[in-house]
């Protein structure tokens, strides 16, 4: 069975850094590209960022430009995301997502920023 898990979530005081992860598991997503979507209380998930099966695109919601970096390494079948500079506006329970459209969702991990 196909699994995400993502990993790296928790509370962090505004202006600070976070690196989020998500592991791919049961098979390869080979040819995919895989991104990040969040869901804030009360709003409906957003798109984040994403990038192709050989890194070399990348795409990013203009909340996050600048701020954001998306990566992955296909030989661990993992996906990065790091967060700098973050705003109390970010907190959210962020989602990894395989596919575009998305084929695959992870459970989800919640990232906290405080003011």
């Known amino acids: 069975q196909v699994q995400l898990v993502e990993s790296g979530g928790g509370l962090v005081q505004a202006g600070g850094s976070l690196r989020l992860s998500c592991a791919a598991s049961?098979?390869?997503?080979?040819?995919?590209?895989m991104g990040w979507f969040r869901q804030a209380p009360g709003k409906e998930r957003e798109f984040v960022a994403r990038?192709?099966?050989?890194?070399?695109?990348?795409y990013y919601a203009d909340s996050v430009k600048g701020r954001f970096t998306i990566s992955r390494d296909n030989a661990k079948n993992t996906v990065y995301l790091q967060m700098n500079s973050l705003k109390p506006e970010d907190t959210a329970v962020y989602y990894c997502?395989?596919?575009?459209?998305?084929?695959?969702w992870g459970q989800g991990t919640q990232v906290t920023v405080s003011s």
């Open positions: 990038v192709t099966w050989s890194g070399a695109r990348t």
């Open positions: 997502a395989v596919g575009d459209p998305v084929r695959v």
């Open positions: 049961g098979r390869t997503f080979s040819g995919y590209a």
